[in-house]
């Protein structure tokens, strides 16, 4: 079994409802709390509730991801407008395990991880000594990004 994270946020319809929708249809076995943040890449768009889940799988990375997709796609995520803008759910694979993966459409840990409080400040309150590889732990990138360095 692997130890996954997923970042989970909606800025459309009930985006509360969405999230935690979603994290019972992962399999969450943590969720974080939900906090309201601005948009990131789009700004023009309403704000988002966002909140990070654990979840122990099985799967592989490349299986769990197209998992994360069908419950994106079973909440009413259409992946056919601008890119970043709106959505009614958006669950991004975090980290997986330990592991670096770097393949056509996979990348783990997240490739905008490090540039988003928004993934790592949930990620911290469910695991602020979690390394992410190669980058130190979840409660150091957090701290990195806040102070601008």
Known sequence: MTLAYVGLGANVGDRDGQIREAAGLIGAARISSLIETEPWGLVDQPSFLNAAAEVETGLSARAFLDRLLAV???????????????????????????ETI??????????????????????????????????????????ELQSGS
């Open 72 to 98: 994106e796609r079973r909440l009413g995520r259409l992946r056919t407008g601008k890119h970043w803008g709106p959505r009614t759910i958006d669950l991004d694979l975090l980290l997986f395990g330990d």
């Open 102 to 143: 770097d393949e056509p459409g996979l990348t783990v840990p997240h490739p905008y991880l490090l540039e988003r409080a928004f993934a790592l400040e949930p990620l911290r309150e469910l695991a602020p000594t979690l390394e992410i590889p190669g980058n130190g732990t979840v409660e150091e990138a957090l701290a």
